[in-house]
């Protein structure tokens, strides 16, 4: 009788425990980095909407939708890690499209490069400089989409890998196409 009383009170946290495991990470796939000053406008396809994972289901609200990036050997992609995660960003669906058949969804982030500074963890954006600084030791950012789950689970995609070369440009060069008019609309 006791062993059935346990059972009854995991069983929920079972349930919750279970909401990542019923489908693969998605999938994601670089299509574009606009490197105008901040943020940087990061575009890639999906093969499923990340932002209808969970809809609908039962105890299952998303408390967040964020692609994270980190620049560690080992990177980590849990809430507890963002302090060591240097660029993050709201996820956005622009499209989708069928392509061989297949929904394919392409999603757009602001992505804000920042440092922690003080010890009460407070965030600072960093200028094209400091971006350019610290991404210079390295020649790609491994980033994923995070999905925050009610109760603190945590649903990610694959790894994407973004060459550091697509987000250095220096503020005078920055400066230089925006008085030329070079930078597109989206990029303005």
């Given at each position: 009788?006791?062993?059935?009383?346990?059972?009854?009170?995991?069983?929920?946290?079972?349930?919750?425990?279970?909401?990542c495991?019923?489908?693969p990470?998605?999938?994601?796939?670089?299509?574009?980095?606009v490197?105008?000053?901040?943020?940087?406008?990061?575009?890639?396809?999906?093969?499923?909407?990340?932002?209808?994972?969970?809809?609908?289901?039962?105890?299952?609200?998303?408390?967040?939708r964020?692609?994270?990036?980190?620049?560690?050997?080992?990177?980590?992609?849990?809430?507890?890690?963002?302090?060591?995660?240097?660029?993050?960003?709201?996820?956005?669906?622009v499209?989708?499209r069928?392509?061989?058949?297949?929904?394919?969804?392409?999603?757009?982030t602001?992505?804000?490069?920042?440092?922690?500074?003080?010890?009460?963890?407070?965030?600072?954006?960093?200028?094209?400089?400091?971006?350019?600084?610290?991404?210079?030791?390295?020649?790609?950012?491994?980033?994923?989409?995070?999905?925050?789950?009610?109760?603190?689970?945590?649903?990610?995609?694959?790894?994407?890998y973004?060459?550091?070369?697509?987000?250095?440009?220096?503020?005078?060069?920055?400066?230089?196409?925006r008085?030329?008019?070079?930078?597109?609309?989206?990029?303005?």
């Amino acid at each position: 009788m006791k062993n059935i009383y346990h059972l009854i009170r995991l069983l929920p946290t079972l349930l919750l425990a279970a909401g990542c495991d019923s489908h693969p990470p998605p999938r994601l796939q670089l299509v574009d980095v606009v490197n105008a000053p901040h943020p940087y406008e990061v575009y890639f396809d999906a093969d499923v909407n990340v932002l209808e994972l969970h809809e609908g289901k039962r105890y299952q609200s998303v408390t967040s939708r964020m692609f994270v990036c980190s620049l560690e050997k080992e990177p980590a992609f849990e809430p507890e890690s963002d302090s060591r995660s240097p660029a993050r960003g709201l996820v956005e669906l622009v499209g989708e499209r069928v392509d061989g058949g297949k929904k394919v969804f392409r999603f757009k982030t602001r992505l804000l490069f920042d440092k922690v500074i003080g010890p009460g963890q407070m965030h600072s954006i960093m200028s094209n400089d400091e971006v350019n600084a610290l991404l210079a030791p390295h020649s790609r950012i491994a980033c994923k989409v995070r999905v925050l789950v009610f109760l603190g689970h945590v649903c990610l995609s694959e790894m994407l890998y973004i060459p550091t070369s697509l987000f250095k440009l220096s503020s005078d060069e920055s400066s230089q196409r925006r008085q030329a008019g070079s930078l597109a609309p989206g990029e303005r």
